[in-house]
């Protein structure tokens, strides 16, 4: 496994997406965003418009590592974008519409990292190299609203995870990437 990360717009999808293809033909393309908005839909068809034509794309955010071992082809690597917007969808999903104010977060946290550590597992047991996408999210100021700061925290705490566990660690800013696992 491999971790791509950095801040909005530091251009960690161009440097994944450069790797993987000097590594593998064949990739599947795994998207977690979702369209909320005409914004957001605009960006993830620039996203779509800019891979290659010839990759598979697999949309969604639930049981990620089920979908890298079911649905992965053989001679393809996997790329998934992203990590931060994957647990940001979880953590809707689980929290049912409640209210911030009445969530117990590390019951949240308990579940996403569930997922997580299948996600993990499966791109640990993966023949062909998996990229992560993710965004640092603690360089920034701590958010005012408790939803906010919950979010960062289960977002750093499952990236320090995946850094763990990733053979090789990029960190992007301004467009250039450094090794730094």
Known sequence: MILVTGGARSGKSCHAERLIAQQCGQVLYIATAQVTD?????????????????????????????????????????????????????????????????LDFTSLERLIHHQLDDLIDAGLMCPMPVYLVTNELGMGITPENRLARHFVDIAGRANQKLARAAQEVWLLVSGIGVKIK
Request: aromatic residues 8%; proline residues 6%; hydrophobic residues 35%.
């Open 38 to 102: 005409e914004e957001m839909a605009a960006r993830i068809e620039r996203h779509k418009q800019a891979r290659p034509a010839h990759w598979r794309t697999w949309e969604g955010h639930q049981d990620l590592g089920a979908v890298i071992r079911q649905y992965r082809q053989p001679q393809e690597g996997v790329m998934l974008e992203c990590i931060t917007t994957w647990v940001a969808n979880l953590l809707f999903d689980l929290s049912g519409g409640m209210p911030p104010d009445e």
